[in-house]
Nanobody, 121 residues
Framework: QVQLQESGPGLVKPYQTLSLTCTVS??????????WNWIRQPPGKGLEWMGV???????YYSPSLESRTSISRDTSKNQFSLQLSSVTPEDTAVYYC?????????????WGQGTQVTVSS
């Protein structure tokens, strides 16, 4: 059973950098066939895919967020992280780290519980 757990501050001030870490247990982030994603949901809105790091370490980002987003990993800790710079109140959302199974219908099969991040001064 794969488990993902987000961690990081719940309150960030405007113009600062939002930083979150996802700790993965029950599976390795370097195992072939899986990718590791960040998805967010602003209040009252739908899910928004932000970006991904593959099992090989390649990264890809949503075009609307690419200029402000960086995803990295620490394989020794089995963790991957999100940094979103220059945040505004519109970045307030629940942030999820999510596994995608490339072999099982490309499903987002395991999700963290989500963490609320509020951008406010």
């Amino acid at each position: 059973q794969v488990q993902l757990q987000e961690s990081g501050p719940g309150l960030v001030k405007p113009y600062q950098t939002l930083s979150l870490t996802c700790t993965v247990s029950g599976g390795s982030i370097t195992t072939s066939g899986y990718t590791w994603n960040w998805i967010r949901q602003p209040p009252g809105k739908g899910l928004e895919w932000m970006g991904v790091i593959t099992y090989g370490g390649s990264t890809y980002y949503s075009p609307s967020l690419e200029s402000r987003t960086s995803i990295s990993r620490d394989t020794s800790k089995n963790q991957f992280s999100l940094q979103l710079s220059s945040v505004t109140p519109e970045d307030t959302a629940v942030y999820y780290c999510v596994r995608r199974d490339l072999k099982y219908g490309r499903a987002f099969d395991y999700w963290g519980q989500g963490t609320q991040v509020t951008v406010s001064s």
